[in-house]
């Protein structure tokens, strides 16, 4: 088995994933302060309201923006990967959002779910789906 | 797709990491070639055939089981 040391290659990758993860993580955090900030943070001011959902709108342009950059930077065979996974985590999400919605419709389900449960389960979806196209082409 | 890269890497003492940083793509994407796993893109097929000297067809061969 060969040493592996990080090509150029490799090293876009890793800094493209990080300024990714960072957004990602800036993203989920302008969501919280505008889900709870209103409740806890600043007593439900509307303008204060609407600063934090617009930090958030912008902190999901960045994201995208991000994603959109790493997907152009990353080589062939990432980004093969990389559309799998965004390919199985959108169908998770809508096979199962619409399941959800017609089975709360006929009453089956009594649970509320929040918004933030789908994000939550696409998320996991969308990394168990990388982690498995890297074991894949491993 | 078949392809001879490992065989061609190896008379010149390239690891996968080398060639990798030849056509700048990662040291995963050359392994997954070489393991017949993936079928580069042409654009890459022609970096690594002209980093070789030869044509695409002297390094991918073709295999019409798979087709």
């Known amino acids: 088995m060969q040493a592996h040391h990080p090509t150029g290659g490799d090293q876009a990758a890793i800094k493209n994933t990080a300024l990714l993860a960072l957004w990602t993580v800036g993203w989920a955090a302008t969501l919280a302060l505008a889900r709870f900030g209103p409740a806890h943070l600043w007593d439900s001011q509307t303008m204060a309201s609407w600063g934090a959902v617009g930090l958030n709108l912008g902190a999901g342009v960045g994201w995208n923006v991000a994603h959109a950059r790493y997907l152009r930077a990353i080589d062939e065979l990432q980004r093969k990967i990389m559309q799998d996974a965004l390919a199985i985590s959108l169908g998770v999400g809508w096979v199962g959002g619409f399941a959800y919605v017609v089975a709360e419709r006929a009453e089956l389900v009594t649970l509320e779910a929040d918004v933030g449960v789908l994000s939550a389960l696409l998320g996991v979806v969308y990394m168990i789906a990388v982690a498995a196209g890297h074991l894949r082409y491993r | ?67």
């Open chain 2, 1 to 67: 797709m078949n392809n001879r890269l490992k065989d061609l890497r190896t008379e010149r003492n390239w690891t996968q990491a080398d060639l990798a940083e030849h056509v700048s793509v990662s040291r995963q994407t050359i392994n997954a070639i070489e393991k017949g796993k993936f079928d580069p893109s042409l654009p890459l097929a022609f970096r690594l055939a002209r980093l070789f000297g030869m044509s695409i067809e002297e390094v991918f061969l073709d295999d019409p089981v798979r087709d």
